[in-house]
Structure formats: C-alpha cells, structure tokens
Nanobody, 124 residues
Framework: QVQLVESGGGLVQAGGSLRLSCAAS????????MGWFRQAPGKEREFVAA????????YYADSTQGRFTISRDAAQNMVYLQMNSLKPEDTAVYYC?????????????????WGQGTQVTVSS
C-alpha cells in the first residue's frame, strides 16, 4: 500500500504560480512512477503530468506543457508540481497518484493509489 497526501493548493490570480506537493508513505521503496491529475466541476478527470520512477522521464498534457513542471525527491518520498502562468481553466481539484509502472504514463486506470486531492482556484 502507498498513501499519498497532497498540499499546496489555494486561490491565485491568473498569471500567478503555485507549487503542489505530494507526500508518499508506505511501500515507497517500490518502483512507482507518479502522476498528477485534475478534475474540474462537471468534467472528467484528466491527466496533467507524470514522472518516471527514476525521475529522468517526464510527460505532460498538451494543456500544461511549458507551464507546469513535475519533479520528485526520492530521498524524501515527495513529488512536486510547479504551476506557472496559471489560467482560470486550470481551476480544479488536483490529485497525486502512483502507478507500479516504472515509466511515466498518462492513463488514470494505470494508477493504483490516489491522494484525497487539493483545490486549485485561478481567478480571472
């Protein structure tokens, strides 16, 4: 089992930045790749970014490429999502997730473990 806890969400104006954090505990010694997903009201959950177990490979959604950066600190069992140039359409609950795949993947069905989510609201 892997437990995930997100933090760092909040209210920010358009054009601003936020940094989300995800703390992992439990079987963190396994080779889990990590991902961030988001879900806005009335919409399906969508992929945001993923990072491989090694941290050498990252993968982004078209909508976040160039604005968001995913990173991980294996020693601290932490994953981060730096979000810059935020837009109102980035407003959503953001979820951290872990997959036993060692590669960065975008399919939510491949992720076994999920956090409770953190709200990000971008005002115009």
């Amino acid at each position: 089992q892997v437990q995930l806890v997100e933090s760092g969400g909040g209210l920010v104006q358009a054009g601003g930045s936020l940094r989300l954090s995800c703390a992992a505990s439990g079987r963190t010694g396994s080779t889990y790749a990590m991902g961030w997903f988001r879900q806005a009201p009335g919409k399906e959950r969508e992929f945001v970014a993923a990072i491989s177990w090694s941290g050498f490979s990252t993968y982004y959604a078209d909508s976040t490429q160039g604005r968001f950066t995913i990173s991980r600190d294996a020693a601290q069992n932490m994953v981060y999502l730096q979000m810059n140039s935020l837009k109102p359409e980035d407003t959503a609950v953001y979820y951290c997730a872990a997959t036993p795949s060692s590669d960065a993947v975008d399919g939510d069905l491949q992720y076994y473990y999920w956090g409770q989510g953190t709200q990000v609201t971008v005002s115009s």
